[in-house]
């Protein structure tokens, strides 16, 4: 089966820039949503088919997607973005959605 | 409002069957694929199967595969989880999820539910 993966963690000052990855095989090929999950609440959907943003979402979340890791790209960083953010793709061969493991974006 | 409820959790021992149901509102419920998604206590997100907007396209996880069964009823905006013989790693938070666009289950999960939990312990 599919497996995305991406690093547990990430940590990065206010103001800069905090770049996720979620790695798969041929992400490339696939479309590659982004969410992002806060404690105690719902996921939100902050990216989708790469790299559109849903609307109510800051210019500052960006995605990319090419070869075998696709990336979340949140430019100054608030300490509001402090969450787990989390890849998900189809694939298509298993007719599965697959999620990655998650990634823990730490504000210091 | 765009939104969905979750309920039907719950409490159950092994073995036993349970319920979930999801309420839609806000959209034409029949122009999109929906979706059930997991959460156990402090893990990730696992998704747990889909339905085509016309149930004509199903797929479930295998970790569910045989044991869950996933429905919905367009004339009651509504979504469904069947889940039977059900294991102490059933436990988890359930969400219902709408996919962005279309009616098949390919996509994006726009809106999600403030999920339903799920316990399953003796």
């Known amino acids: 089966s599919y497996v995305l993966t991406q690093p547990p963690s990430v940590s990065v000052a206010p103001g800069k820039t905090a770049r996720i990855t979620c790695g798969g095989n041929n992400i490339g090929s696939k479309s590659v949503h982004w969410y992002q999950q806060k404690p105690g609440q719902a996921p939100v959907l902050v990216i989708y088919?790469?790299?559109d943003r849903p609307s109510g979402i800051p210019e500052r979340f960006s995605g990319s997607n090419s070869g075998n890791t696709a990336t979340l790209t949140i430019s100054r960083v608030e300490a509001g973005d402090e969450a787990d953010y989390y890849c998900?793709?189809?694939?298509?061969?298993?007719?599965?959605?697959?999620f990655g493991g998650g990634t823990k974006l730490t504000v210091l | 409002e765009v939104q969905l409820v979750e309920s039907g959790g719950g409490l159950v021992q092994p073995g036993r069957s349970l319920r979930l149901s999801c309420a839609a509102s806000g959209f034409t419920f029949d122009d999109y694929a929906m979706h059930w998604v997991r959460q156990a206590p402090g893990k990730g997100l696992e998704w747990v199967s889909g339905i085509s907007w016309n149930s004509g396209s199903i797929g479930y996880a295998d970790s569910v595969k045989g044991r869950f069964t996933i429905s919905r009823d367009n004339a009651k905006n509504s979504l469904y989880l069947q889940m039977n013989s059900l294991r102490a790693e059933d436990t988890a938070l359930y969400y219902c999820a709408k996919v962005h666009a279309g009616g098949d289950l390919p996509d994006a999960f726009d809106i999600w539910g403030q999920g339903t939990m799920v316990t399953v312990s003796s």
């Open positions: 088919y790469d790299s």
């Open positions: 998900q793709v189809w694939d298509s061969s298993s007719v599965h959605v697959v």
